[in-house]
């Protein structure tokens, strides 16, 4: 047989409402925090997401025969090489031109001098 305790406390009703407050707060906080835990979950995926969308902006992918925006900026800076290689000949050309416009029109006026002074 099983023997009563004497000095085993009475739980009163009050104290198991009290009990029960604090339960359901703690079971509030719980749903909360699962609550912020979700949405926390969530944004993860999202920043994840536009990560992954990011570098094959930057990389590229299939979908733009994996020419991203590293590649592009490859391909200018070589056509940049390319324009000031010809600036800089273009630039001779022209100043080339101009000198020899200068001896040519300087070479009609001596020869109009000539012509015409004698």
């Known amino acids: 047989m099983a023997q009563v305790n004497p000095k085993e406390e009475t739980v009163t009703l009050s104290q198991y409402k009290d009990l029960f407050v604090k339960i359901t707060m703690v079971d509030g906080k719980v749903d909360r925090i699962d609550s912020h835990f979700k949405e926390y979950h969530k ?3 999202e920043f994840t997401k536009t990560l992954h969308e990011i570098h094959q ?4 992918n299939e979908l733009n025969g994996n020419k991203g925006l590293s590649h592009k900026v490859d391909e200018m800076e070589l056509k940049i090489e390319e324009m000031e290689k010809k600036q800089v000949k273009y630039d001779v050309f022209f100043a080339l031109l101009g000198a020899g416009l200068v001896i040519t029109s300087s070479a009609i006026a001596t020869l109009v001098v000539k012509v015409f002074i004698g």
Request: proline residues 0%; aromatic residues 14%; glycine residues 28%.
């Open 43 to 45: 944004s993860i995926g």
């Open 57 to 60: 902006f930057i990389k590229g």
